[in-house]
């Protein structure tokens, strides 16, 4: 199991919608809006890295009104 952790910035306005949508996804356990330079942190729990890639690159970056994110996997 891989467990990565994606921070998303968002476009003024957009967390809360944004938020719903990710958490929609396939493979995402939780988002949750936060304080600081990213506004939204989504966990994902996936049986391979290629899952991960898929999630952060493909899906939640196709999301209109995202505007970046950074993806972090687990070690532990």
């Known amino acids: 199991m891989v467990t990565a952790f994606v921070m998303v910035k968002a476009n003024t306005g957009e ?3 944004l938020r ?3 958490e ?3 493979g995402v356990e939780s988002a949750h809006i936060v304080a600081g330079d990213v506004d939204i ?3 994902a729990q996936v049986d391979a890295p290629a899952a991960v890639k898929e999630i952060a ?3 939640i970056q196709g999301i209109e009104g995202v505007e ?3 993806t972090y996997m ?3």
Request: glycine fraction near 0%; aromatic fraction near 0%; hydrophobic fraction near 45%.
């Open 74 to 76: 687990a070690m532990d």
């Open 15 to 17: 967390a809360d919608r």
């Open 41 to 43: 942190i989504a966990k």
């Open 20 to 22: 719903e949508q990710i």
């Open 57 to 59: 690159a493909n899906q």
């Open 68 to 70: 970046d994110t950074q």
């Open 24 to 26: 929609a996804i396939e």
